[in-house]
């Protein structure tokens, strides 16, 4: 089982099974890009970014960092520990802040 499987309930992975993701080649290198989700129904539903995520007119607010920091980091370390390493690295311009992420790393 891997880590995301771990950190769900059987519920959330069933569904997630029953997801198809098709890339359409044909939109390959298409600026803006294009999500459609179509379901069973038949019904499909469809948007776009103008402005991707990330660029300076549409920034990433710190709140969205940190949730992505902590989906990725309690892959590998306790709730806790991820907070700690967190607080840290947000933190590391104040006086000993580096010094306590080297000691976090080793």
Same mark, same amino acid.
């Given at each position: 089982?891997?880590?995301?499987?771990?950190?769900?309930?059987?519920?959330?992975?069933?569904?997630?099974?029953?997801?198809?993701?098709?890339?359409?080649?044909?939109? =390959?290198?298409?600026?803006?890009?294009?999500?459609?989700? $179509? %379901?069973?129904?038949? *019904?499909?539903?469809?948007?776009?970014?103008? @402005?991707?995520?990330?660029?300076?007119?549409?920034?990433?607010?710190?709140?969205?960092?940190?949730?992505?920091?902590?989906?990725?980091?309690?892959?590998?370390?306790? =709730?806790?520990?991820?907070?700690?390493?967190?607080?840290? $690295? %947000?933190?590391?311009? *104040?006086?000993?802040?580096?010094?306590?992420? @080297?000691?976090?790393?080793?």
């Amino acid at each position: 089982m891997d880590a995301q499987s771990k950190s769900m309930d059987g519920s959330i992975a069933d569904f997630l099974k029953s997801i198809d993701i098709e890339e359409d080649t044909a939109m =390959i290198g298409e600026t803006p890009p294009v999500v459609e989700i $179509v %379901l069973r129904s038949g *019904e499909a539903y469809s948007e776009q970014t103008l @402005i991707a995520l990330g660029d300076p007119k549409n920034p990433v607010r710190q709140g969205q960092v940190e949730v992505k920091f902590m989906s990725l980091a309690t892959r590998s370390l306790s =709730i806790d520990d991820a907070e700690i390493l967190k607080d840290t $690295v %947000l933190g590391i311009t *104040e006086d000993g802040a580096l010094t306590r992420f @080297i000691e976090l790393m080793k």
